[in-house]
């Protein structure tokens, strides 16, 4: 799966954006997708998840009342709202494909990474 994520920017705390990711190159349908952000000199850690069909979505409790995950799969595109931002909600967002038996959370358990979208926010 090719993934692209967009949407990213500047934005002064208390702001919101919204990213976008798209997929092409299978069915997009049935997949598990989720959000992940890395910041400088940091792991990338989990932020949202959503499973196939929207019934089940997935928040780091840094994020959750804030971001809301959400797809449209006639699109082939996974959205995050975010809401609410912080400066520490600054990162390169990714959105990934779950191919593993990890837990949603884990980083090992998506694969197919896109490029990335960088969210700024400043104080």
């Known amino acids: 799966v090719q993934l692209q994520a967009s949407g990213g920017g500047l934005v002064q705390a208390g702001g919101s954006l919204r990213l976008s990711c798209t997929a092409s190159?299978?069915?997009?349908?049935?997949?598990?997708m989720g959000w992940f952000r890395q910041a400088p000199d940091t792991e990338r850690e989990f932020v949202a998840a959503?499973?196939?069909?929207?019934?089940?979505?997935y928040y780091a409790d840094s994020v959750k009342g804030r971001f809301t995950i959400s797809r449209d799969n006639a699109k082939n595109t996974v959205y995050l709202d975010m809401n609410g931002l912080k400066p520490f909600d600054t990162a390169v967002y990714f959105c990934?494909?779950?191919?593993?038996?990890?837990?949603?959370?884990?980083?090992?358990?998506?694969?197919?990474w896109g490029q990335g979208t960088q969210v700024t926010v400043s104080s």
């Open positions: 959503i499973n196939w069909n929207s019934l089940s979505s």
């Open positions: 190159g299978r069915p997009f349908s049935n997949l598990f």
């Open positions: 990934g494909v779950r191919t593993g038996g990890a837990p949603y959370y884990q980083l090992s358990a998506y694969s197919d």
